[in-house]
């Protein structure tokens, strides 16, 4: 019982609406009677401006109703269209979106690829045989790399004592090896040290050591600089020197190191120590290779 009252209702609202629209047109065809009359019998020109007062009104607010459901109507219509629209532009952004993010993927690969290519000529020829490209997988709490995990162990050939470096130079030794990973310690870390010569004059050697007693040398490690000594205070030694290895130890010579960033004599100790600017970015390292270390038994 209801639903069949609703549907009475519902059929009272249309008759409702029907008897509203059949009453505005025929008063509407009275109004225009009326002018008619009005215009061309000149008996009644006071009735006929009281016919145009009434119909002015009623004619402006049927015109501005049409109007409104002709705009209405257009919004509408505009609306499921820029719907469409705004869905495909999205469908086309994401599909730009996952594009970028695959051309910067293959970037990347070419880019590690030929920093991995530098690196090997800081390598002699029967070092280049036994050389291993991988990635780093993990790091030391902080900013800095100060210890590393590579994706490479004993299975992939790795000993302990190999060289780590990138396209940029030298970064550290592998002190421990398992199966398929391997930990190594960067140049920033205390354990790590390596001689170096000037390239200027490979006759200029020194030693990079983070253990050194160089006065101030925890601002100098906020920056990731390295730092050491020279073998002899007399050496000539200035502000953007090229250093690399000396061949001396477990490093093959020749791999770049960085530039001489500060030089400081101390003339008690007769020592002269150099603050380095190295060529690593011990803030961000990603693919290595890993250089199996050379037999100085």
């Known amino acids: 019982m209801i639903s069949l009252r609703f549907d009475k209702n519902k059929k009272e609202k249309k008759i409702n609406f029907k008897v509203v629209a059949t009453s505005v047109v025929a008063i509407t065809l009275i109004g225009i009677v009326?002018?008619?009359?009005?215009?061309?019998?000149?008996?009644?020109?006071?009735?006929?401006?009281?016919?145009?007062?009434?119909?002015?009104?009623?004619?402006?607010?049927?015109?501005s109703g049409f109007m409104f459901l002709k705009d209405s109507f257009k919004d509408i219509i505009n609306y499921k269209d820029n719907s469409k629209k705004v869905n495909s532009l999205q469908e086309e952004n994401q599909k730009l979106k996952e594009e970028i993010i695959a051309l910067n993927s293959q970037l990347d690969e070419v880019q590690s690829l030929e920093s991995l290519k530098k690196s090997l000529n800081y390598i002699d020829e029967k070092y280049q045989a036994k050389a291993i490209s991988t990635s780093v997988v993990g790091k030391s709490d902080g900013n800095w790399y100060e210890s590393l995990v590579i994706g490479a162990g004993k299975n992939q050939g790795v000993k302990e004592d190999s060289i780590v470096i990138n396209g940029n130079g030298l970064i550290g030794v592998v002190y421990e090896v398992s199966e398929n990973y391997s930990k190594a310690i960067s140049l920033l870390d205390t354990k790590s040290s390596v001689s170096f010569k000037l390239l200027k004059n490979s006759k200029l050697k020194g030693v990079i050591t983070q253990n050194s007693t160089l006065e101030d040398k925890e601002n100098y490690k906020n920056k990731g600089y390295l730092y050491g000594y020279m073998f002899d205070s007399s050496y000539n030694v200035l502000p953007g020197d090229v250093l690399t290895t000396s061949g001396l130890g477990l490093y093959p010579k020749d791999i770049p190191i960085g530039e001489v960033d500060k030089v400081i004599d101390d003339k008690n100790k007769s020592m002269k120590f150099v603050v380095v600017k190295p060529y690593v970015n011990f803030k961000n390292i990603d693919d290595v290779v890993v250089i199996e270390p050379r037999n100085i038994g």
């Open 34 to 63: 009326g002018i008619s009359i009005g215009k061309y019998s000149g008996s009644n020109p006071i009735g006929g401006q009281v016919v145009l007062d009434i119909i002015e009104p009623i004619g402006k607010n049927l015109n």
